[in-house]
């Protein structure tokens, strides 16, 4: 099973500053790797996939970047609505399935 | 739009089973996979399996083999997912998702609480 680490599990921020996300895979996913945002008591929702492409609707301040094992997650300027939990999820090895990063908390500072 | 709407929280004692519907609507049902996903309370999540919804094919993660099963009934357009032998680590909000060719999920359910306690 291909393991995901997230760092750091929480990131204190201040609105309209940047955020930097890590997720690292224990072997290669290739680009096959996506980034959902999950709110409080909400489903996640999509983000990027591919690594690097945005989700329909997705605000062009949250960028994906990296291959292979190391993945970055850039929030550009911080807004209110932005504050939640992110977790990276890779697909690139089926079978056995699919893994998630534990999350990392991007809270306000 | 898409959507996926499933059923509502249960409460179930250990030993006992649950069945979680997933209702999809806004696309067509057979063209896409549904996955489950499942949060236990401050945790963060675990991919559960997957079902083709064109062919009822499966995927269940090691983990859970044995105890689960997934079902489509594409007359309703609608995915279950039955949980056995149920623990009280099995407390937790369980998600399906849609899954593009394999790949990512979107979107997503609203989740559905299942709360295992004698």
């Known amino acids: ?109 | 739009q898409v959507q996926l709407v499933q059923s509502g929280a249960e409460v179930k004692k250990p030993g006992a089973s649950v069945k979680v519907s997933c209702k999809a609507s806004g696309y067509t049902f057979t063209s896409y996979g549904i996955s489950w996903v499942r949060q236990a309370p401050g945790q963060g999540l675990e991919w559960m399996g997957w079902i083709s919804a064109y062919n009822g094919n499966t995927n269940y993660a090691q983990k859970l083999q044995g105890r689960v099963t997934m079902t489509t009934d594409t007359s309703t357009s609608t995915a279950y997912m039955e949980l056995r032998s149920l623990r009280s680590d099995d407390t937790a909000v369980y998600y399906c998702a849609r899954v593009w060719a394999l790949n990512w999920f979107d979107p997503w359910g609203q989740g559905t609480l299942v709360t295992v306690s004698s």
């Open chain 1, 1 to 109: 099973e291909i393991v995901m680490t997230q760092s750091p599990a929480t990131l204190s921020v201040s609105p309209g500053e940047r955020a930097t996300l890590s997720c690292r895979a224990s072997q290669s996913v290739s680009s096959n790797l996506a980034w959902y945002q999950q709110k409080p008591g909400q489903a996640p929702r999509l983000l990027i996939y591919g690594a690097s492409t945005r989700a329909t609707g997705i605000p062009a301040r949250f960028s994906g970047s990296g291959s292979g094992t190391e993945f970055t997650l850039t929030i550009s300027s911080l807004q209110s609505e932005d504050f939640a939990v992110y977790y990276c999820q890779q697909y690139n090895n089926w079978p056995p399935g699919w893994t998630f990063g534990q999350g990392t908390k991007v809270e306000i500072k």
